[in-house]
């Protein structure tokens, strides 16, 4: 079954406005971490936020931030001012388990390519 | 912090090959994961490290697939004769607790050809 869902394949926005990626997830862990990772045409997966399952609030990261929804099971990533080098490709992942009780593997969704128009 | 490295960065083999690649982590991280990435899908959890002991493989991780880690520091995943389905991204990640959350840190990966 899949875990992390990401329904759009290719998303475009013109630079400086602000930009919402999807991500859906299933697990019946009550403890799990959502990360978002944007991979640029170079390849290396960059970490760009986490929220775990008790955070109260939504992560924020300078320009990024989670849209976290429980009972929805969502965690979209919000983009704010979009720059050109925003360019990429973005991957939602989820860590069912949290702390020192988990190995820590991420199961990946199938991404959404990021276009940013000047 | 130095980063994941990996090398190499591309290999181009011939089916039925054997090819290793290696990963080195960033220094005192503990953990350390495989991933495969194939065009245009999200990575694949293969096998995944806690200092030198493999905790977890993947049933994706054939026969032919082998990881270590000696003394805990970089390590080797080796495919032996190697497929055409065996074409894709490796990608090597290490991870250390903080704040208690363990961020993963991706190298750049080794694209493996299989002709």
């Known amino acids: 079954a899949q875990k992390i869902t990401q329904t759009q394949p290719g998303m475009f926005v013109q630079e400086k406005e602000a930009v919402t990626l999807d991500c859906t997830y299933d697990?019946?862990?009550?403890?799990?971490?959502l990360f978002w990772y944007k991979q640029p045409s170079s390849g290396e997966m960059i970490f760009l936020i986490y929220q775990g399952s008790y955070d109260q609030q939504n992560a924020t990261e300078g320009r990024y931030s989670l849209n976290f929804q429980k009972a929805r099971k969502s965690a979209n990533l919000v983009i704010s001012a979009s720059q050109l080098g925003d360019s990429a490709m973005y991957f939602c992942a989820m860590r069912e388990g949290t702390g020192g009780t988990s190995y820590g593997k991420l199961t990946f969704g199938q991404g959404t390519i990021l276009t940013v128009h000047p | 912090d130095t980063g994941v490295s990996q090398n190499p960065r591309h290999k181009i083999t011939k089916r039925g090959q054997n090819v290793t690649f290696r990963c080195d982590p960033i220094s005192e991280h503990n953990r350390l994961y495989w991933y495969r990435q194939t065009l245009g899908q999200g990575p694949e959890f293969l096998t995944y490290?806690?200092?030198?002991?493999?905790?977890?493989k993947s049933r994706l991780l054939s026969d032919r697939f082998s990881a270590e880690r000696p003394k805990g520091s970089f390590s080797t995943l080796e495919i032996q004769r190697t497929e055409q389905g065996d074409s894709a991204m490796y990608l090597c990640?290490?991870?250390?607790?903080?704040?208690?959350?363990?961020?993963?840190?991706f190298g750049p990966g080794t694209r493996l050809t299989v002709t």
């Open positions: 990640a290490s991870s250390r607790i903080r704040d208690g959350i363990y961020e993963q840190y």
């Open positions: 490290f806690q200092n030198e002991a493999q905790l977890e």
């Open positions: 697990t019946s862990d009550p403890s799990y971490g």
